[in-house]
């Protein structure tokens, strides 16, 4: 059973990345999905998160309108793709898989997460 995250990279401001988080060993839609990042020093934080059968979302303030969630059932895989990017969203991200719904009451919980990827890189700068 494991989380794999691929897809980050170094973009300039204003850029984009397209990150994905592959499943295996169990099924992902069975599960809600979220994307964490996390600087050095700072605590980890939800970024977005997408729900399993109602297929709620939610997102932190920052990113809104910037970053949008989805899965390929098919795949097995769930995707954030992160536009007009800054600065401020360099971390490493990391993807995270639980049993709870709606995402936007829980999501923010890492205590909630039965599965968690490796992380991805994703630094910003000119």
């Known amino acids: 059973v494991q989380l794999v995250e691929s897809g980050g990279g170094s973009v300039q401001p204003g850029g984009s990345l397209k990150l994905s988080c592959v499943a295996s060993?169990?099924?992902?839609?069975?599960?809600?999905v979220s994307w964490f990042r996390q600087t050095p020093g700072k605590e980890r934080e939800g970024v977005s998160c997408?729900?399993?059968?109602?297929?709620?979302?939610a997102y932190e303030d920052s990113v809104k309108g910037r970053f949008s969630i989805s899965r390929d059932t098919a795949k097995n895989t769930v995707y954030l793709q992160m536009d007009n990017l800054k600065s401020e969203d360099t971390a490493t991200y990391y993807c995270a898989a639980g049993l709870f719904t709606p995402c936007g009451l829980y999501y923010r919980d890492r205590n909630n997460y039965k599965f968690w990827g490796q992380g991805t890189q994703v630094t910003v700068s000119s």
């Open positions: 997408l729900g399993s059968g109602d297929l709620s979302t």
């Open positions: 060993g169990f099924v992902a839609d069975d599960y809600s």
